[in-house]
C-alpha cells in the first residue's frame, strides 16, 4: 500500500500540523487569515510561534529550499536544487526539467514583479514564469549565473551577476566590472547593490560607493530596514545609514560568521540567519537568539520570506519548508508543574487562575502558567476529578470516580454523609438549600446534611447523566444517555420539546439568552429550543461534527468543544438558523495533529459539566496532553472565501493554453480541468463546486476535490464556471470563465445533417407508397388471424408469467422460514449502494435441538424470522443467513440506525417466550454484529469488507457474554495504508482506525 498524505478533520481533509514548540506539542489550530493584513506578534518569543513543515513526503521536489517569493494572485514560489515548486496552500505544483525542458535547478534568487510574472536566478540565466509557461533567458555569449533580481524602475528587471548588474538581454547596466550578488531598493526609491567589500548606492543623482569595514567580506543579503539597509554579508550583518553611509554591526553573536538569510519584516524586526542560528533583531534593538527546536534540530536557512498574511517563511537546506505564524492555541503540561496531563475538567478559582481536575487528583493553575503542588487527596478511593464545582459559600466541590468531595483545608475527602454516592460524578448543580449531584448511576439530592436518590430506576440510560441545569429555581433540567428529563421536586418528566432527543446521549444544556437553549449531544449535533420548537444542527447544516461536550460565549462567538477540537460560530447565526439552512462555521483547534507531528491531543475531554473554563477572553479545555488555552481575541477571522483559480486544462493528453476561447477540433472530446483554491493558510478546508454551461447547467458539488472531467463532449458551445468557499459561507466565483467550443465532426455538420435528410424523405416517400398498397391488400386477410392467435397467445403467456412468478420465488425464499434466503441476500447487497448490516446469531441453538428436538428448533427459527420481519422496516431485507444465523440489511441506513434496530430486536428476542411444544415454552437470546456499507477506504463494491465487519462484531458480542450488540466500523485509514482489502482486515482490528460500538446494557 502507498503512503497517504495526512489529513486533517472527517467529512471535511485538512493537512495542518501546528507545533507549539513552548511545550513541545503539536496543534493544529485553524486560525484563518484576515481579510487586513497581519504580521507576527512582535511582542510573543519566537517559541511562542506556531510553526509547521512541508517537506518532500508532502510535494516538495528536493529537501533544501533556497529560494521564496509569492506572486500577485497568492501563490507561493519557491526553489530547491532540483526543480521549482508553486503552493496554493493545499498541495505543490512541481516544475522541472520534464515539464518544463528546461534546467531549473540550483536555483538561488526568486523575484515576483509588479505584472505577476515570476523569476528565478540559476547558474545559466533567469528563468520567467507566466501563467505556468516557463522561458530562459541566458546571456547570447555564455551563460551567465544571476544571484539577485529586482524591478528598478517598474516594468525593467535588472540581473545580479558575477559581470556587474545587467538587464534581461544581459546587456550591461551597473558595474560591469564588479562581481555583484544582491539587489535592493531603498525607501527614497534608489537601487542598492551589494558585491565585495562594499555596497554601491544608484540613483539620478549617480553611483555612490560605500566600503565596508572588511574589503574581503562578500555582500549576501540587502534588506531595506526602515530609514537604514541591512546587509548581510559572509563576515556579519551590518546596518547603513542612508544618509551618511556609516556602517555598524548588528548581531554581535555572528559577528564574521557568513549570513545565510537577512530580512526586515513590516512590523520592524530584522531578521538574520546563519548555519545552525537564527536570530531577531526587535524595533527595541532587543536581540532574541531563538531556539529553533524541535521543528529545527540544526537550522541552515537560505532564506526568510514574509507573505502577505504577515506569516515568516523559513527555506532550510535540511529541513525544507517552515512556517511561522502567530499561535491563538497554548498548552501548559508536566514542563509548567502538571503532575498527571490527562484532565477532565476545570474550573476559574474567582482569582484569575484554575482549578484542574486530573486523572489522579486535583491541582491549581496560577496565572503566572505554573501549577502548584497537588491537593491531598490519600483518603479518595478513586482520585480521578471528573467534574468541578463552586457553591455559593465558596467551597469547591470534586466529583471524583468515586462520589462527590468537598475541599476542605487544603484535602479532599469524602464525608461519611456523602458516602454512599458511589459512583463517578459528572454534574452538580446548587438549587436554594439542596445540591443536586448527577452521576452516572443516578441523581442524588443533599440536603440538611442527607443524601437521597431521586426517581431511579437501575439499569436505565436515563440514570447515567451528563450534566444537570437549573432552569428556575425548583426546576431542574437533567440531560443523560437516554434523554432529557424535568425534575420538579421529586418528580422526573420529559419536557413535550425533548421526544426528537429521546434514547440519546445529552451531553449539556446552554442558555444562548433567556428564550433559546442550546442543547449538545453526543452524535446528533446541537439542538436549538427557540419559542417551544426544538430543530436539530448536524453535519448536514455545516457542523464539523456531530459531538458536542460543551458550550460557552464570547464576544458575539459561541465556542464548541468536541471529541475532535473547538469550533466556533456567530451567536447571531444561531439565533435566526433554520432545520435547511447552513451554518457558518470556524475549526479553531483541532484534536490530533495529522501532519508534520510530534504528539497526539486529544481534545477536548467531555462528559461532565466542568469542561471549559473562561478567563477574560481565554477558554482553557481539559485534554490528554494537559491543560489548552485558547486566546480568542488573537483568532483571525477567515477570508468570506479562497480565491478559486483554474490551474491546468487538459484536453485528450495534450495541455490547453488558458485563454478566454478555447477551442477543440472533432477528434478530441475528452476534457480535464484543475483548479485549487488559494489561501495559503486554509487552502484544505476549500469546498468547490463547477458546472459546464450548455452540457449541464447544474452545479457539480464536489467538496474538497480539485479535479473536473468531462468525456465524449458533444459538439457545441461551452461556459466552465468554477466556485470555491469555506464551509458554510457563501461561494466565491473564479475570474476566469473559459468559453468551450467542441467543433463537430464532419457528419455532425447541419448541412450534412440537412441533405442526408432530404434524401431519406424522398426514399422513404417511395417506399412508403409501395409499402401502403401493399398492405391495404394484406390487411383484411391478417386480421382474423391476428384477432385468434392473439387470444391464444395472451392465455400462453399468462400460464408462463405465472410460472416464471412463482419459480422465482421459490428460488429466492428459505424453505423453512419464508423468508429470503442467502442467494436474495447477496443479491440485495451486491446491488445496494449504501445500507447498514446486520447478522442476527441465536445463543446456545444447539440446546433447543438437543433438548426438545428439531421440529422444536424450527419453530423457534420460524418466530425469531417473524420477529424480525415485523421490526425491520419495509424497505429492509431480513434473510436467512444459515443455520441460525440470520441477515437484516437496512439500505440508506447509518451505523447508528443498524445498532438501534439490533438492540430493539435484541430486547424483543430476549423478552419472547417461544413454543417448543404444545405445553411448554422457553426464553432465548441472541447476539448481533453491525456494520456499514461502503466502508472507509475500500473499493466501490467491496461490500464483502462489510460482512466481514459485521461478523467480527458478532464474533466479539459472543465472546463479551452473548445476549448484546456490538458495532464495528472504520473511521480513518492506519498512517501509510492507502486502500483496504479483505485480506487487511486482522491487522486493521488491531489497529486504531476502527471503532467499536458495544451495546449499551
Known amino acids: 500500500m502507498g503512503k497517504p498524505r495526512a489529513v486533517s478533520w472527517a467529512g471535511m481533509r485538512t493537512r495542518v500540523g501546528a507545533v507549539c514548540l513552548r511545550v513541545g506539542l503539536l496543534l493544529v489550530p485553524f486560525i484563518a487569515c484576515s481579510p487586513s493584513v497581519f504580521a507576527l506578534s512582535p511582542g510573543a518569543n519566537f517559541a511562542e510561534y506556531a510553526q509547521e513543515r512541508w517537506t518532500v513526503e508532502d510535494g516538495l521536489p528536493q529537501i533544501s529550499v533556497s529560494a521564496i517569493t509569492q506572486d500577485a494572485q497568492g501563490y507561493l514560489w519557491l526553489s530547491t536544487q532540483n526543480g521549482i515548486a508553486r503552493f496554493d496552500g493545499h498541495r505543490f505544483r512541481v516544475f522541472n526539467r520534464a515539464n518544463t525542458g528546461l534546467d531549473v535547478n540550483l536555483v538561488s534568487a526568486a523575484f515576483a514583479d509588479s505584472r505577476g510574472d515570476v523569476w528565478f536566478g540559476s547558474p545559466r540565466g533567469v528563468l520567467q514564469f507566466r501563467s505556468n509557461n516557463a522561458t530562459l533567458h541566458q546571456s547570447p555569449d555564455d551563460p551567465m549565473q544571476v544571484r539577485g533580481i529586482i524591478e528598478w524602475p517598474e516594468g525593467r528587471m535588472l540581473l545580479a551577476t558575477a559581470r556587474g548588474v545587467r538587464d534581461l538581454a544581459f546587456a550591461p547596466v551597473y558595474l560591469q566590472s564588479e562581481a555583484v550578488s544582491a539587489l535592493a531598493i531603498d525607501g527614497n526609491g534608489a537601487l542598492w547593490v551589494g558585491g565585495n567589500g562594499a555596497v554601491w548606492r544608484i540613483d539620478s543623482s549617480g553611483i555612490r560607493r560605500i566600503a565596508l569595514g572588511d574589503r574581503h567580506a562578500r555582500v549576501t543579503h540587502l534588506s531595506r530596514y526602515g530609514a537604514r539597509m541591512a546587509v548581510g554579508t559572509s563576515a556579519g550583518a551590518f546596518l547603513l545609514d542612508v544618509a551618511t553611509g556609516s556602517a555598524s554591526p548588528v548581531f554581535p553573536d555572528l559577528a564574521g560568521v557568513g549570513i545565510t538569510s537577512l530580512m526586515a519584516d513590516r512590523d520592524g524586526n530584522l531578521w538574520a540567519a546563519a548555519v545552525g542560528r537564527l536570530q531577531r533583531q526587535r524595533p527595541t534593538g532587543e536581540i532574541e537568539r531563538t531556539d529553533t527546536r524541535p521543528m529545527l534540530e540544526q537550522p ?210 446552554f442558555s444562548l439568552r433567556p428564550d433559546v437553549t442550546l442543547v449538545g449531544t453526543f452524535d446528533r449535533g446541537i439542538a436549538r429550543l427557540k419559542a417551544g420548537e426544538l430543530i436539530l444542527i448536524n453535519r448536514v447544516n455545516g457542523l464539523p461534527t456531530n459531538n458536542v461536550w460543551a458550550f460557552t460565549q464570547v464576544a458575539d462567538h459561541v465556542y464548541v468543544s468536541s471529541s475532535d477540537g473547538v469550533y466556533r460560530f456567530r451567536s447571531q447565526d444561531m439565533l435566526t438558523m433554520s432545520a435547511e439552512a447552513q451554518l457558518p462555521t470556524e475549526v479553531v483547534v483541532e484534536s490530533v495533529s495529522r501532519a508534520r507531528g510530534v504528539r497526539r491531543m486529544g481534545c477536548c475531554n467531555g462528559g461532565g459539566a466542568a469542561r471549559l473554563a473562561v478567563l477574560g477572553q481565554t477558554i482553557s479545555f481539559p485534554t490528554t496532553r494537559g491543560l489548552v488555552q485558547l486566546e480568542t481575541a488573537q483568532i483571525r477571522t477567515p477570508a468570506s472565501a479562497p480565491l478559486p483559480v483554474i490551474e491546468r486544462m487538459v484536453a485528450g493528453e495534450s495541455d490547453l493554453p488558458l485563454e478566454p476561447w478555447i477551442n477543440l477540433d472533432g477528434n478530441v472530446r475528452d476534457l480535464s480541468i484543475e483548479f485549487a483554491a488559494i489561501d495559503l493558510r486554509h487552502a484544505d478546508r476549500s469546498e468547490f463546486r463547477y458546472r459546464l454551461h450548455g452540457y449541464n447547467d447544474h452545479w457539480t458539488v464536489v467538496g474538497d476535490r480539485r479535479l473536473a472531467v468531462f468525456t465524449g463532449l458533444p459538439p457545441g458551445k461551452y461556459r466552465f464556471e468554477l466556485e470555491a468557499r469555506f464551509p458554510g459561507n457563501a461561494w466565491r466565483p473564479s475570474a476566469y470563465q473559459p468559453q468551450i467550443d467542441v467543433a463537430p465532426y464532419w457528419h455532425e455538420r447541419l448541412l450534412f445533417r440537412l441533405v442526408l435528410l432530404a434524401l431519406i424523405l424522398w426514399i422513404a416517400g417511395r417506399l412508403f407508397r409501395r409499402y401502403t398498397n401493399h398492405q391495404r391488400d394484406q390487411r383484411n386477410r391478417l386480421a382474423q388471424e391476428v384477432q385468434s392467435r392473439t387470444i391464444a397467445l395472451a392465455r400462453a403467456n399468462e400460464r408462463l408469467r405465472a410460472a416464471n412468478d412463482a419459480l422465482l420465488q421459490e428460488s429466492r425464499t428459505d424453505v423453512l422460514t419464508g423468508i429470503a434466503n442467502r442467494r436474495a441476500a447477496l443479491q440485495a447487497l451486491s446491488e445496494t449502494d449504501r445500507y447498514g448490516v446486520v447478522l442476527l446469531d441465536v445463543d446456545n441453538f444447539k440446546s433447543i435441538n438437543d433438548r426438545f428436538g428439531h421440529a422444536a428448533g424450527d419453530r423457534v427459527l420460524n418466530d425469531i424470522a417473524l420477529l424480525a420481519r415485523e421490526m425491520t422496516p419495509l424497505s429492509g431485507l431480513v434473510a436467512r443467513w444459515g443455520g441460525e444465523e440470520f441477515l437484516v440489511v437496512l439500505p440508506d441506513a447509518s451505523l447508528q440506525d443498524a445498532l438501534s434496530l439490533a438492540e430493539r430486536l435484541r430486547l424483543h428476542i430476549a423478552k419472547h417466550s417461544f413454543e417448543v411444544t404444545s405445553q411448554q415454552t422457553v426464553r432465548i437470546s441472541a447476539s448481533f454484529g453491525a456494520s456499514v456499507y461502503p466502508v472507509t477506504g475500500a473499493s466501490d463494491g467491496a461490500w464483502q469488507l462489510t460482512l466481514e465487519f459485521a461478523d467480527r462484531a458478532l464474533y466479539r458480542a459472543k465472546a463479551d457474554g452473548r445476549n448484546r450488540v456490538v458495532g464495528l466500523q472504520v473511521t480513518q485509514l492506519p498512517r501509510g495504508w492507502k486502500f483496504l482489502d479483505i485480506a487487511d482486515v486482522d491487522a486493521l482490528i488491531n489497529s486504531d482506525a476502527v471503532r467499536w460500538y458495544p451495546s449499551v446494557r
Open 300 to 509: 541552515w536557512l537560505h532564506v526568510i520570506f514574509e507573505d502577505a498574511n504577515g506569516d515568516l517563511w523559513l527555506g532550510d537546506q535540511r529541513e525544507s519548508l517552515i512556517r511561522v505564524s502567530d499561535a491563538a492555541v497554548h498548552v501548559h503540561g508536566q514542563e509548567r508543574g502538571l503532575q498527571d496531563e490527562l484532565l477532565w475538567s476545570v474550573l476559574d478559582d474567582n482569582a484569575s487562575g484554575l482549578w484542574i481536575g486530573t486523572n489522579s487528583g486535583l491541582q491549581r493553575w496560577r496565572p503566572d502558567g505554573r501549577f502548584e503542588a497537588p491537593v491531598d487527596n490519600l483518603s479518595l478511593v478513586d482520585p480521578m476529578v471528573y467534574s468541578l464545582f463552586r457553591d455559593s459559600m465558596g467551597t469547591v466541590w470534586a466529583g471524583t470516580g468515586n462520589g462527590p468531595a468537598p475541599l476542605v483545608q487544603g484535602k479532599l475527602e469524602i464525608p461519611p454523609h456523602l458516602a454512599n454516592i458511589r459512583a463517578r460524578v459528572t454534574s452538580f448543580v446548587e438549587d436554594g438549600d439542596s445540591l443536586w449531584v448527577g452521576t452516572l448511576d443516578g441523581l442524588w439530592r443533599i440536603r440538611n446534611g442527607v443524601a437521597k436518590r431521586v426517581d431511579y430506576r437501575a439499569g436505565s440510560p436515563l440514570q447515567r447523566i451528563r450534566h444537570l441545569w437549573l432552569e428556575s429555581p425548583g426546576d431542574l433540567l437533567v440531560a443523560s444517555e437516554g434523554g432529557l428529563r424535568r425534575v420538579v421536586g421529586d418528580a422526573s418528566l420529559k419536557p413535550a420539546w425533548a421526544d426528537v432527543l429521546e434514547g440519546d446521549i445529552v451531553t449539556q444544556v
